[in-house]
């Protein structure tokens, strides 16, 4: 974990209108590395720009079960961005990407809340969400205190709006260039269902 200074790295969350998604970013893997732990159906991976994907996926660019996973790298991060899928906030698959590497999860929905998870080497060290006040778990809860606290992230309060996205920012010097519509392709492909 590296301390980064105050940035607008996923400022295009806070001003777009994305109602439900799911952001995983692995430190130092591929893009193919990434969607591969995660359970990429190897048939749907390729290299595909906005175009693309809406025509191969089409209405189903928005499966919860099977969603369609866009990645690309940002400084020494990976991301794999689900527009409405939830696999990242998942035990095993967190596992699967942090393993050797550490990896941030988010998901956020309308309700609204989002969902925050740092994992390292396999383990979850800090896990939250903002549905209720706010109550860290992990093997290691108080790990992002120093980072949480300034933000207004603290336990038993309920959290300040964006606070979770300038914790990843800060924290851990995370941004996502949104790409492009045409010209900017990126690996994709659709997830495997999850195991029962």
């Known amino acids: 974990m590296t301390s980064a ?11 777009g209108d ?12 591929s893009p193919v590395e990434l969607l591969t732990r995660m359970g990429v159906d190897q048939e749907t991976l390729a290299l595909r720009d906005g175009i693309d994907l809406s025509d191969d ?4 660019l928005l499966d919860d079960e099977e969603p369609v996973v866009t990645t690309g790298i940002d400084g020494s991060w990976t991301w794999a961005w689900e527009q409405g899928g939830l696999h ?16 941030v999860a ?5 309700k609204p809340m989002y969902w925050f998870k740092y994992a390292a080497d396999g383990d979850v060290i800090v ?14 809860p ?7 606290r300034p933000l207004g992230l603290v336990p038993g309060d309920g959290a300040p709006l964006y606070a979770v996205l300038s914790l990843v920012e800060n924290a851990f010097g995370i941004r996502l260039t949104h790409p492009g519509e045409v010209d900017d392709p990126r690996m994709s492909g659709r997830l495997s269902p999850l195991p029962e």
Do not use: C, K, W
């Open 57 to 60: 996926f089409g209405d189903n």
């Open 5 to 15: 200074p105050v940035g607008r790295g996923l400022e295009m969350f806070r001003v």
């Open 18 to 29: 994305f109602p439900i998604y799911t952001l995983t970013f692995v430190r130092g893997l």
């Open 88 to 103: 990242g906030l998942e035990e095993q698959i967190l596992s699967a990407v942090s393993v050797g590497t550490e990896a």
């Open 142 to 148: 108080a790990r992002l205190n120093e980072y949480m």
């Open 127 to 140: 896990e939250f969400h903002t549905l209720q006040a706010i109550e860290p778990t992990g093997q290691d």
């Open 106 to 110: 988010l998901h956020y929905n309308e």
